[in-house]
């Protein structure tokens, strides 16, 4: 009597399984975990050899990260007492708080920067997307192999095009042309990703809306899209980890109002020697928010929600 | 409420044809099938009257108005699909009312109209389910719940039962048409099912490669098929065709296949040339005496009849005689017709010859 089965695996195969998945797990945390860490220490624990896991966590790094400070004589110090908490990080190398650093004005143009474009991309690459899946459009074949060749290339191959296009444009150092760019360089991978998505809703599901008394328009709001909402929410993690991240146009075509996280976050490097907690601190800060994107959208990641609808 | 009117309708497809110039007119309150084998254009040709597929040319009436153009949204008509597309992001009552909030009917009513038509379907337990979970049965019901709460002037199906067990089959195609008849609307019905076509129609359409082969009453079909297909298509065993090169006479009541001659409806047409001797099973009766002979091949036992297959000089025969009659392989037995219930038909077109029996058919069909 043995219940064996090749689909159901035995215990000992889900140790195995599970020990691997932990290790996996433990072993690509691990640079997370040391960079969130490195945040909370001393400049001094945070160059430390051998490496302290155990130390004093201080908020140093993100008092450094959100302000700029400068050095001031003894007398100074004497006459003005600490107001903060900040104010006595800082008063441990004869310093006062200056003012607030740019970090805060630059993490909120990575954050317009990168849900815009995220957003723009979505929203266009959706229609494209039902377009190419749903409606005899001549060439089709054609326009699709044309919108995915724009991937073929390194997009910074084209780097000095539009640094020259930007300029003429007055798109240079702006949201919009940061927006634009981005969206530009997504496009083509939503309109793919999607026009996959939308391939595996059965059309029945819009034709019953149609008949039932809904424009196509409607029917597509109301009908498809929450069936594509697992493609759509894959598909904006994709376009917002690449906007979020990308360096390379960021420094050639922003430097000031638009400028975002990415290119200023090695600037920090430059202020008055290595300031490891100051820029672990903004790391850390920095992937917040693509993290927090990603769980909320988990949900829709992991669930099939056609299952069962539709008897195949 | 309505009677519908096809009109020379055509649909191409790029270079295929998929509907050849169809024409022919739905009574109100009749239940109609579309029948034919896969790729014939029935599905097509219910789309295009549903308005999810423009025609290609040719006219749809739906109660005197032509909306051949129209969207689907403004026909009035219900669908319900071959696997039943409920919307799978919504539970069982959202699904029956959706059609319902198009209109903007106020929500009071919604719920009441839902409530009734979840008694006449027997799914008010399940109202606030998810359809996900559901069994066939259920989704089926649901799937009719979102079509006949709206009360349309009209439902096309589209091989509704094709997705369901085949014993539930049998029970869900007396519950629609019990359905049918207590709401007395018109009925589209797509099928590939012979069965189900004879069963529940009051009237059918049989198609092939786009073309209709014949239009009438089951019986009438069944009994005076117009063409080969048509025979072929319908009833279990087949027709029987025995092929022959012969000749008839307008007036002829019988015909000469090689050595024996035949009894046959009083011919309205002359023909010369190769022919097809078409006869049903159950209107074939082996005996003992009789010239025209062929040894028992097989036999298949049905309960009350059994199929009897013969080898004849003509060409291999399937008889449906009694289960009584006793029957060895091997043995040899006459043949015998019953000569008002066989069709003649043109070996070469296919069409059948007009005679006593199926004239008045051939003429409108």
Redesign the interface.
């Given at each position: 009597m043995s219940s064996y089965s090749i689909t159901e695996p035995s215990d000992r195969q889900k140790w195995i399984a599970g020990t691997l998945v932990v290790v996996y797990a433990l072993i690509t945390m691990m640079p997370l975990v040391w960079i969130f860490l490195t945040g909370f220490k001393s400049p001094a624990d945070a160059i430390s050899y051998p490496p302290k896991v155990l130390f004093d966590p201080t908020l140093e790094g993100y008092v450094n990260l959100f302000t700029t400070r400068t050095r001031q004589t003894q007398e100074f110090l004497a006459a003005n007492p600490p107001q903060t908490w900040a104010d006595e990080i800082v008063r441990q190398y004869d310093m006062v708080i200056a003012g607030p650093s740019k970090f805060g004005e630059r993490f909120l143009n990575s954050v317009i920067i990168g849900f815009g474009s995220t957003f723009l991309s979505i929203f266009l690459g959706t229609l494209a997307a039902y377009a190419f899946s749903r409606f005899k459009i001549p060439l089709a074949d054609d326009l699709l192999f044309f919108i995915l060749s724009t991937r073929m290339m390194p997009p910074i191959a084209v780097a000095i095009p539009i640094f020259l296009m930007y300029r003429n444009l007055g798109l240079s150092d702006t949201h919009l042309g940061m927006i634009l760019l981005y969206t530009a360089v997504n496009i083509s991978l939503a309109v793919w990703l999607l026009k996959g998505f939308i391939d595996e809703i059965p059309r029945e599901y819009e034709e019953a809306a149609l008949i039932d008394g809904y424009t196509r328009f409607q029917a597509f709001v109301k009908v498809v899209l929450p069936q594509a909402a697992t493609g759509i929410a894959s598909t904006a993690i994709f376009c917002l980890i690449f906007a979020w991240n990308e360096y390379a146009f960021a420094v050639l075509l922003t430097s000031g109002t638009a400028q975002t996280a990415p290119p200023f976050i090695p600037t920090i490097i430059g202020v008055g020697g290595l300031d490891w907690p100051a820029i672990a601190a903004a790391a850390t800060i920095f992937l917040l928010p693509v993290m927090i994107f990603t769980i909320l959208l988990r949900k829709h990641l992991l669930r099939g929600i056609t299952f069962g609808a539709v008897r195949k | 409420m309505a009677e519908i009117v096809i009109n020379n309708l055509r649909k191409e497809f790029g270079d295929f044809t998929a509907v050849q110039s169809s024409s022919f007119k739905i009574e109100d309150g009749e239940f109609f099938m579309l029948l034919g084998p896969s790729g014939c254009g029935k599905t097509t040709t219910l789309r295009m009257i549903?308005?999810?597929e423009l025609p290609t040319s040719g006219e749809i009436y739906i109660d005197g108005e032509e909306v051949g153009r129209r969207?689907?949204?403004e026909r009035d008509?219900?669908?319900v699909?071959q696997?039943?597309?409920?919307?799978?992001?919504m539970n069982v009552r959202r699904n029956i009312s959706?059609?319902l909030v198009?209109?903007g009917m106020p929500r009071a009513e919604v719920r009441a109209k839902v409530a009734e038509v979840a008694r006449i379907l027997g799914i008010e337990g399940i109202l606030d389910r998810p359809?996900?979970?559901?069994s066939?049965g259920d989704?089926q019901r649901v799937a009719l719940g979102?079509a006949i709460v709206?009360s349309p002037k009209a439902f096309m199906m589209d091989e509704p039962l094709g997705?369901l067990d085949a014993e539930f089959r049998e029970h869900m195609a007396e519950e629609l048409r019990a359905l049918h008849d207590r709401m007395g609307a018109t009925t589209v019905y797509v099928t590939h099912d012979q069965l189900e076509a004879m069963q529940m129609g009051d009237k059918i359409v049989v198609m092939n490669h786009g073309v209709i082969e014949q239009f009438g009453r089951p019986q009438d079909i069944y009994d005076k098929p117009a063409t080969m297909f048509v025979a072929d298509f319908i009833g279990s065993p087949s027709m029987n065709f025995l092929k022959f090169h012969g000749s008839v006479e307008a007036g002829a009541t019988s015909v000469r296949m090689g050595d024996h001659a035949f009894g046959i409806p009083e011919m309205r047409e002359p023909f010369d040339g190769d022919m097809v001797f078409g006869v049903r099973p159950e209107h074939i009766h082996l005996s003992d005496a009789g010239d025209f002979r062929g040894e028992v091949l097989a036999a298949e036992y049905l309960g009350t009849t059994q199929i009897v297959t013969v080898k004849t000089a003509g060409g291999r025969i399937k008889a449906r005689v009694g289960s009584d009659r006793r029957v060895r392989m091997g043995d040899h037995v006459g043949i015998g017709f019953d000569a008002a219930r066989v069709t003649l038909f043109d070996s070469q077109s296919g069409r059948a010859l007009r005679s006593d029996l199926n004239e008045g058919v051939l003429a409108h069909g």
């Open positions: - | 549903a308005g999810l969207p689907a949204s008509i219900a669908f699909f696997m039943f597309a409920l919307y799978p992001h959706y059609p198009s209109q359809v996900g979970g559901l066939g989704r979102r709206r997705a």
